[in-house]
Structures are given as C-alpha cells and as structure tokens.
C-alpha cells in the first residue's frame, strides 16, 4: 500500500498538468484492489501484491502512467566465471546512504558492527529516503525483488528521463563514495581462507591491529627508503597505470632466512598503505578454480599474501636437499598431494585475472629458499620486486635497540657493531635479547640486555670457529 501511495506521489510530483492524468482514472479501480490486499494478507504479502500483480499490470495498460525505472542491487554474492561479484556493491551503496538515512528515515537497520564501533544505517522495509544528484532526485527503498528472495535489496527509483545521468555518473559517484566511506570508516582486516564456515563466504576476517610499521623494522636505513619511495610511487600511479593500459597491481617477492622481518615487513606495508591483507593458505585451496573464486572476493586497496610459497604448494623446480627438509619433505609432499593447484592456475592467478579487477592491488610472496623456486613464478613482470630480508647488521641492530629499550647511544655499541660484522643472527634473535621482562626494569636494565646480546654473539661466534677449524680437518 504504501509502495503505491509513494508512486502515486512522485507521478503527481513529476506529472501534474498532464494529459497521463487522464489515464488515471482508467487504473483507479485497479488501485482500490490493494486495501483489500492488505486486509486479507500479511504486510509483506501485500507488498508484494503490489508489487507483483497491480503494478506490472499498470505498467502494460499504460506505461506512461509509470515512467519511473526500477535498479535493484542486492547483497547477494553471484558469481559466473568471467563475472565480479556484485556484493561490494550493496556494502558501498549502504555506506553512501548511511548518512541520508541517519537524517531521513525512521526505520532504520544498523548494520557493520564487525567494523569496529561505527555502524551503517540502511532504510527498512518500505521505508524511502531522497538524493539529489546535479538537480535530479532519486529514490531508495528497501525490498524483496522476487517472491523467492528470503533477502531484501536497495531499489533505486528515478524518472526515466535521467536514465544517462543515473546509469552513467549517479552510480559510479555512489560507489565511488561508498567505497571511501567503508575504507575511513573502519579498521582494516586480515582475511584469511583458513575457515570452516560452510557458508557463502570464502574468507574470514579479524580486524588487523599488528603494530609493525616501517619505523619498527629494523633494516638498512636506504634499503628502507627506497621501499617506502615505491609505495608512495605506486599509490599514486592510477592516471599512470591507466594511460599505459596496464593493470594497477604490484608483485613482491620477500624472502630470506626465517626471523628476519618478512612477516613483519608486510605488515609494516600495510600499515603504511591502510590497505587490508588478504593471507592466502594454499594448502586450504583444493583447486584453480577456487583459487580463482578467492581472488574475484578480494577488495580493492589490499596486499595478497601468499606465505611460503615453497611450502604450500608444489611449486619449486628442484626439491630441497638438507637434512631438516628431508625430515618434513614427505608429510609436505601428502599436504600437496591433496591440492589440485597448479603452478600454471597459479601463474594465470598472478597475471591474467588481475586485469579483471580495477582498484590497486600488492601481491607479495614470501620463501626461506628462493633459488628453489620455479623461475616462471618470479621472472621480470610477475614480480616487480625482490627483496631479501637478512641477518641483523649493525642499522637494523640500532632500530631494534631503539623500540626495545630506547636507547640511541651505549658503550657497548661499538662491541656489538664488530660482533656483528661477524656473526649471523637473526633481527628476531637479537629481538629475543633485548626483551626486557619485568623483574629487568631498572638502572642496569639495558646493560643486562646489551650484555645478553654480547654473550649470545660471542658463543655463536666461539661455535662458528669451532665449526671452521672441524670442516678444516675433515
Ligand atoms: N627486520 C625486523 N625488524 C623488526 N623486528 C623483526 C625483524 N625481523 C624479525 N623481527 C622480530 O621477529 C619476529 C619474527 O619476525 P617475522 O615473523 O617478521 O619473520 P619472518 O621473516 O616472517 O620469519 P619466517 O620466515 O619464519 O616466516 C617479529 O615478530 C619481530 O618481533
Ligand atoms: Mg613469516
């Protein structure tokens, strides 16, 4: 009943002084059909009554008693092959409306609390809010599109005479704007695919709260410039990417020993972007085509993490020879042998759906081995960058040294700069030492911590030698 009240409303608004009021009379009767509707069925069966029976049926005998268009856009995912799901649209356009509702309507549903503390308002059942674009007002209401559907959808309404306008500017300015809504509003997320929800969805996420930054990172001063010049380069080369018809993504590959920041150094980029993580187990990933699945439901603004690489799948030209991959080689080989991906689903995966998307993107992998790797998986063009993450020297020691115990200069510095100059450890395993606990925090706190730093180099440089002198003999 209201849905009619309402169209009745806007055709006077936008008609009055017309000939079409002629017609109206001819369709009055049909009108009269919907209290009874409404008294012998429940609210919603109305509706749809309405919906479904009186209203096409106005629209045959005289369309032009009904010159308004109809766009439903639903938060149901649909997925072809060649098709992006339509979902994000539904969540941008419910952020654009958040704040016409807010001010607007009367019933209201919130929505979003997985986003943090903010929610989003989205008009309920039969309730309509306005928008005006360049002079045009537009409509939204919420509605069953079909009989079927257990779920509503956003209905934009709007005269058929704005269809360009509509289609071509007003909707891609909702997007666009919803789109900035979501990514202000809220904290950023960790997805991962890791999940045992037999629902729709293929990931899940928590919020991403990892405090690494490029401050914290301990690592060559220049080298770490020279990533953060490339970010900023990349997150504003649209207009770039665009005019050289190249899509707008960017391929890392991290590796180095374990312990050395690469985990770390994605998060630090992140956090430097604001972009979400999309953490990709390709153990959890049975074939190309799920695969495939996984990347259409990734979003914008995001790093595409595929951690040991090396690991998740069999990927790497030449098996590992030392003792300890021997050790895990054979349970690594049964993991794989129950996936169905591909080094080739892997590489299209890289290069060719990326194209499909707009909206910029970072895929980064990560591997302890990177010469074991497949060299069609890391050549020029997938991987723009390879960064080696490696052991601790004396620049990344001074940054640790900093975060942990905030100290900038110490006598037993220029110790630690020559033992370091010989020894391999880990930022991870100079981290361990600067630890401070508790019961440590006090004036000697950070000699004890520099002296457990000493101790550790100078026992692992006692066993390299050790090491040296038995390899010299045998
Ligand atoms: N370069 C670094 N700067 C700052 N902290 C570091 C760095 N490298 C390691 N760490 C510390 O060591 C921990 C482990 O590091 P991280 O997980 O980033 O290593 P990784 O290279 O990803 O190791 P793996 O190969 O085992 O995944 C981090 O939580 C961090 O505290
Ligand atoms: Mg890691």
């Known amino acids: 009943m209201i849905n009619t009240m309402l169209l009745l409303r806007r055709w006077v608004g936008d008609n009055l002084g017309s000939p079409a009021w002629l017609f109206l009379a001819a369709v ?10 409404a008294a012998v069925v429940p609210r919603r069966g109305a509706r749809m009554y309405l919906d479904f029976h009186l209203r096409p049926l106005i629209k045959w005998m005289l369309p032009s008693l009904d010159p308004y268009v109809t766009i439903d856009i639903s938060g149901k995912p649909r997925y072809s092959m060649d098709k992006i799901k339509s979902s994000d649209v539904d969540e941008e356009v419910k952020a654009y409306l958040s704040p016409m509702c807010a001010r607007d309507a009367l019933e209201l549903d919130a929505d979003g609390a997985a986003d943090g503390d903010g929610v989003v308002l989205s008009p309920r059942e039969d309730q309509e809010v306005s928008d005006v674009f360049k002079g045009v007002t537009v409509r939204w209401a919420s509605v069953w599109p079909t009989r079927e559907d257990s779920s509503q959808c956003l209905r ?3 005269h058929q005479r704005h269809r360009d306008l509509v289609v071509g500017e007003y909707l891609p300015h909702v997007r666009h704007s919803g789109r900035d809504a979501l990514l202000g509003n809220r904290r950023r997320r960790l997805y991962t695919n890791k999940t045992n929800d037999y629902s729709n969805k293929v990931w899940t996420y928590i919020d991403f709260e990892h405090p690494a ?9 220049e080298k770490k410039r020279k990533i953060m010049d490339e970010l900023d380069d990349f997150r504003n080369s649209k ?19 374990p312990g050395t920041g690469k985990s770390s150094m994605i998060a630090a980029m992140a956090n430097y972007l604001s972009y979400d993580i999309y953490d990709i187990e390709l153990t959890m990933v049975p074939n190309n085509t799920n695969l495939r699945k996984l990347f259409i439901e990734t979003k914008g603004k995001s790093i595409i993490v595929i951690e040991d690489i090396d690991c998740s799948i069999d990927l790497t030209s030449h098996r590992r020879s030392d003792d300890t991959a021997a050790a895990t080689a054979s349970a690594d080989r049964k993991r794989k042998r129950s996936s169905k991906m591909t080094l080739s689903g892997l590489l299209n995966f890289i290069d060719g759906i990326w194209s499909a998307h707009s909206g910029e ?5 990560t591997t302890n081995f990177v010469d074991k790797l497949d060299p069609a998986l890391i050549r020029r063009g997938r991987m723009d960058m390879k960064l080696e993450l490696s052991y601790c020297g004396y620049e990344a020691f001074m940054t640790l040294v900093k975060n942990y115990l905030d100290v900038d200069a110490h006598p037993l510095f220029s110790t630690i700069k020559d033992l370091l100059q010989e020894v391999e450890i880990t930022p991870a395993e100079v981290a361990e030492c600067l630890l401070m606990p508790n019961k440590e925090r006090n ?24 090491k040296k002198k038995r390899h010299e003999k045998g």
């Open 28 to 37: 009055a009767p049909l009108a009269a059909v919907a209290p009874l509707a």
């Open 213 to 221: 930054t490029f401050d914290t990172l301990a690592m060559h001063p």
């Open 443 to 466: 004036e000697h706190g950070v000699e004890v911590c520099l002296g457990r730093l000493i101790d550790e180099l100078r026992k692992r440089l006692q066993l390299d030698k050790e």
């Open 156 to 158: 934009l309404t709007f």
């Open 361 to 365: 993107r970072i895929i980064v992998f």
């Open 239 to 257: 207009d770039y990417y665009n005019r050289i018809g190249k899509p707008w993504k960017r391929g890392y590959l991290l590796y180095g020993p």
